[in-house]
């Protein structure tokens, strides 16, 4: 993930970028990377050194010590940028970790030993739940109070399963995760629908060094019609 190789090709050229300067020269041909580093990212670290080489067009004189002195600067700068993208990349590949873990596998742990109190500290403090009949609770206290009486009667021998995952950054701190999941054991009162597959959609928000879930909802699979466009 991000640049993990830096390409700053110096072409040599019969006729010199710099101004007033000899017919021979060097030039910075171009970047290369690659990964998944973000567009904006990019902007920014090709922005940057387009900069610095307007400021070399107006600075550089025509000796040939002062071109490479020019040109050692250039590459400095850029080592040390593309340096600080890779560092960036490792954090975002963190994170990433961090929340599938949140989402997939402390979920499902906590669901699954039937612990109000382990699932609701998933959740911000003022974290909100909509669950798959609409039920809206709000606030860590809430969750846990609504779960505990659940656990005991309807949840009491259900367990929960997760298949993916998958995770979209809004910000460094904000992400929106979706994840597919199948469950059994489940034991509903008429007239509720019995949860056995379906997507969870939640935002969760770096707070303190701490990935939390901050918005939940959830939503019961069911498959379309055979005529409806679009697949599971």
């Known amino acids: 993930m991000g640049w993990t190789l830096l ?3 110096l072409t040599r050229v019969t006729a010199s970028p710099f101004p007033g300067s000899e017919r021979t020269g060097f030039w910075i041909a171009g970047f290369a990377g690659g990964g998944n580093t973000s567009v904006s990212a990019k902007g920014i670290y ?10 070399v067009r107006q600075q550089c ?3 040939a010590q002062g071109r490479w002195r020019v040109v050692w600067r ?14 960036g990349a490792a954090d975002r590949a963190t994170d990433e970790s961090a929340i599938r873990d949140l989402v997939g596998s402390r979920q499902q742990q906590a669901w699954n030993q039937h612990n109000a ?4 500290a998933l959740f911000a403090e003022d974290g909100d739940v909509v669950n798959v009949v609409a039920w809206w609770w709000k606030g860590r206290t809430e969750i846990e109070s609504n779960l505990t009486r659940m656990f005991a009667n309807i949840f009491r021998e259900s367990t929960l399963t997760f298949r993916q995952v998958d995770v979209r950054f809004l910000t460094p701190d904000v992400a929106i995760a979706h994840a ?7 034991r509903m009162p ?11 959609t939640l935002t969760v928000q770096k707070r303190n060094g701490e990935w939390l879930i901050a918005a939940f909802h959830n939503t019961n699979y069911v498959p379309p019609p055979p005529t409806a466009a679009g697949k599971k």
């Not at 090709?46 to 400021?55: D, G, K, M, T």
């Not at 597919?180 to 489940?186: D, E, Q, V």
């Open 117 to 120: 109190r382990a699932y609701a």
């Open 7 to 9: 390409n700053l090709q």
């Open 46 to 55: 090709q922005q940057s050194c387009c900069n610095l080489i307007h400021a």
């Open 190 to 200: 008429p007239g509720l629908p019995e949860p056995r597959e379906g997507l969870q």
């Open 61 to 63: 004189r025509v000796t």
């Open 180 to 186: 597919r999941w199948t469950m059994t054991g489940a």
């Open 74 to 87: 250039v590459l400095k700068f850029a080592v040390f940028f593309s340096a600080c993208m890779t560092v």
